[in-house]
Structures are given as C-alpha cells and as structure tokens.
C-alpha cells in the first residue's frame, strides 16, 4: 500500500506557494515589536527564503524570496505604512540583515543569534590555541 499522491513537483509547489499567500501577505503585525530575522534553504540549497517572526508569538509575519538585503524591502514598505515601531531584531551574522537593520530600524536593538555568537567565539579560540602551538612548538624545537 503507497502512501503516495503522486502528484507533480510543480503542483505541489504551487500549493505551497498559495499557502503561504493566503496565510502570511497579509499578516497583521502593527502590535509586532520584536522580530527575528532568518533565511532558511529550499529545493536542496539552490533557493533561499527569508522569514521574518513576531518573537513573542512565533508567528510568522513575512516570507520573501532571496536572502539579499532588498528581500526585506516589502516588508519594511509594510513597517512603514503601518507606523510599527520595531524595538529589537533578533538574526544570525548576515551581513545583508544586518545592513538592512541598522539602515531601516537604527533605532532598534540588534541581537545576534546564540549559535553564530558562539561559533565565531569557538573559531577564534581554535585560531589562538594554533597560534599558541605553533609558538611552542617552533620554541621547543
């Protein structure tokens, strides 16, 4: 017994998409403060989403396509239509978010995601404890 619809890639792509627009285009969001930014891989990492969450809720209040800085573009036209005041933005290193953030909400607080902080941290540790053996080594020798 198959548990298989069997329909086409395209097809189910194409009810994807008009969930998502029924659900998210249109999301109310003028009490939204607080918000995380990420970027998540589709079709095996060949194209990138961005979302963008009421921290708060969870909720999901926008998806663009890319993962480039204008990807947030319509959704800061939505900010700003809406007079939202954005008070943090919670996202990984991107430089593209982060540019997006400090240009379009300067005033907001930008807090960086616990992994990312946490793996430059450990690449820098692992870069010092390098640096250190190959001192010792070289003064051993």
Not at 22 to 31: I, K, L, Q
Not at 45 to 57: A, E, F, L, N, P
Not at 61 to 87: H, N, P, T
Not at 117 to 122: A, C, F
Request: charged share 25%.
């Amino acid at each position: 017994m198959s548990n298989h619809l069997h329909l086409p890639w395209d097809m189910v792509k194409e009810i994807q998409k008009n969930y998502l627009q029924r659900h998210y285009a249109n999301s109310d969001f003028t009490e939204v403060h607080y918000i995380g930014i990420d970027e998540f891989a589709v079709a095996r990492g060949h194209i990138y989403k961005t979302i963008v969450v009421d921290i708060q809720t969870g909720r999901v209040i926008y998806i663009g396509d890319g993962m480039g800085a204008d990807v947030l573009d319509k959704f800061r036209q939505k900010v700003e239509k809406k007079g939202v005041r954005i008070e943090a933005v919670a996202t990984d290193l991107l430089s593209a978010f982060i540019s997006s953030v400090m240009t379009h909400a300067p005033d907001a607080t930008l807090v960086f995601d616990h992994f990312h902080v946490i793996k430059l941290m450990n690449d820098a540790l692992d870069g010092i404890r390098r640096s250190l053996y190959r001192q010792e080594r070289d003064l051993n020798k």
